[in-house]
């Protein structure tokens, strides 16, 4: 190993830009620095006995860098949390990210391989097919948008062109794309708008993106039928939107943790395996750089309710 690459393992900024750490939270910059300020506080202490007889002013200097070196150990444990919760993500990131992939290439495997061997398939049953490989196609393009905007988000570049929106317009078209898998689910979805809704200035494939993923969450977890209300209203000077649906619901324990990066309910996994849980924390990134606010309530077996606000400009 060469020496620079000595030095780069080394150097504590270089191992907080590899996990991500402002300075302050990277143990491998915080451990020298308390062991420096306590050489420094030994020798401090040290010449100020010489020089100060009074042990007043002894101790209230011994007590001030006491105090220092208790903020940097607890920063230092801070650091290692911060760095061990790094990893974990980092792990549940692989995890997640090989397993959504396989799952989709495997099957496209398995229907190529059948439409090339079979001999006996009909013309329809080919379509069917190759409808499969469209749709396991689309998921991954999915997946691969979410990791792509949440490399973004975490990176500060979300880069938004804002524009002059709609949102009953989007909504509509959003309710159209929808309304097959929807139908299928016996599921009905209502909009209910009026004509006064403002034009807003936002980002129009973030905001479609935010209401295609609450909108299809809404479907997904609505399991045996039901309503979803689409709501759209003007409240003072903001564009309120909510999604109520008659879902499963999510359990008061869960509910703190739902617009974490990854984080999926444990009810909603055993109605729904398939999903990433980057939807809403996506979602709420969105929202929060075009200086809207996003929340909902939900009572588990009950339903769910997402709203957003957004400022008209």
């Keep these: 190993m060469g020496l620079k690459k000595i030095c780069q393992k080394l150097n504590p900024i270089e191992q907080c830009r590899k996990y991500n750490l402002s300075i302050w939270q990277c143990p491998s910059f915080l451990f020298p620095l308390s062991g420096l ?11 100020v006995a010489v020089e100060y007889t009074q042990p007043e002013i002894v101790a209230l200097i011994v007590i001030g860098i006491t105090a220092i070196l208790i903020i940097i150990g607890y920063l230092i444990i801070k650091g290692f949390e911060d760095l061990a919760q790094a990893n974990r993500l980092k792990t549940e990131f692989v995890n997640i990210a090989s397993h959504q992939l396989r799952t989709p290439l495997t099957s496209i495997k398995w229907i190529l391989e059948l439409i090339q061997k079979s001999k006996s398939l009909t013309h329809e049953e080919i379509l ?59 599921i009905k979805i ?3 708008t009026k004509s006064d809704i403002p034009v807003i200035i936002i980002d129009p494939q973030g905001i479609s993106l935010v209401l295609y993923n609450l909108l299809d969450n809404a479907i997904r977890y609505t399991k045996g039928g039901g309503t979803i209300r689409i709501k759209l209203t003007k409240k003072g000077n903001s564009v309120r939107c909510e999604i109520q649906d008659e879902g499963v619901g999510i359990p008061n324990k869960d509910q703190k943790n739902i617009f974490q990066k990854f984080f999926r309910s444990q009810n909603i996994m055993e109605y729904q395996t398939i999903g990433t849980g980057l939807g809403l924390f996506i979602a709420k990134a969105f929202i929060k750089e075009s200086n809207g606010k996003i929340d909902f309530w939900s009572q588990e077996k009950k339903g769910s309710t997402f709203w957003f606000e957004l400022p008209i400009n």
């Design 37 to 47: 300020i306590t050489i420094l506080a030994m020798i401090g202490t040290y010449f």
């Design 128 to 186: 069917e097919k190759l409808d499969e490989i469209k749709e396991n196609n689309q998921r991954m393009i999915r997946l691969v948008n979410d990791l792509l905007d949440v490399a973004r988000i975490e990176q500060k570049k979300l880069n938004l062109q804002p524009q002059k929106v709609f949102l009953n317009e989007i909504i509509q078209k959003l309710i159209e794309e929808y309304n097959p898998l929807a139908k299928a689910s016996n």
């Design 190 to 192: 209502i909009l209910e």
